[in-house]
T-cell receptor, first 114, second 111 residues
């Protein structure tokens, strides 16, 4: 079964440092997403990406966040200057079309900011 | 106001029991409804979509009431492997097909 791959599985970084979280979506998918889940809280939408541009972003996705699809396979989330409150599980997802069929989550990257 | 609200839980039930989870959503323009399952520190995984006519998948039955903006999940004959957090999830295509998650209800099935 095709899967969304995320690396690393766990990242520890110092406050103020930049981090890049990487995702390889399913190969024929066209829509890409980032979600985050702070420990003990709900999964929250951050951003969606289609046709090489951001489709929608939430209030959480402020200027310290950016996304990029640098090549034909990777989809990255960059956090420029990490804060303690950025500590969370970050999930990448992809879907083949607009809509819900085939919407698939990756196994996540646990980001710990110290 | 929360987009999606769920039973607070946790639910601790014996093997073989029937358990029901409820959920309400605030956006009447929501178009798609799902139950996801999330194991500890893992990604959410789709359990089933929810349709107005109701739908069943083995021991799992989901119902949607659009008028009340209410979604339910019934698990019959609970197994130990059903222990997980169950997430009520709502989608709206007025946005860019992002999903709105409830906080989840934790289920523990006890031997």
């Amino acid at each position: 079964e095709p899967e969304v791959t995320q690396t690393p599985s766990h990242q520890v970084t110092q406050m103020g440092q930049e981090v890049i979280l990487r995702c390889v979506p399913i190969s024929n998918h066209l829509y890409f997403y980032w979600y985050r889940q702070i420990l003990g809280q709900k999964v929250e939408f951050l951003v969606s990406f289609y046709n090489n541009e951001i489709s929608e972003k939430s209030e959480i996705f402020d200027d310290q966040f950016s996304v990029e699809r640098p090549d034909g396979s990777n989809f990255t989330l960059k956090i420029r200057s990490t804060k303690l409150e950025d500590s969370a599980m970050y999930f990448c997802a992809s879907s083949p079309t607009r809509g819900w069929y085939g919407y698939t989550f990756g196994s996540g990257t646990r980001l710990t900011v110290v | 106001r929360k987009e999606v609200e769920q039973d607070p839980g946790p639910f601790n039930v014996p093997e073989g029991a029937t358990v029901a989870f409820n959920c309400t959503y605030s956006n009447s323009a929501s178009q798609s409804f799902f139950w996801y399952r999330q194991d500890c520190r893992k990604e959410p995984k789709l359990l089933m979509s929810v349709y107005s006519s109701g739908n069943e998948d083995g021991r799992f039955t989901a119902q949607l009431n659009r008028a009340s903006q209410y979604i339910s999940l019934l698990i019959r004959d609970s197994k130990l492997s059903d222990s997980a957090t169950y997430l009520c999830v709502v989608g709206s295509l007025t946005g860019a097909n992002n999903l709105f998650f409830g906080t989840g209800t934790r289920l523990t099935v006890i031997p």
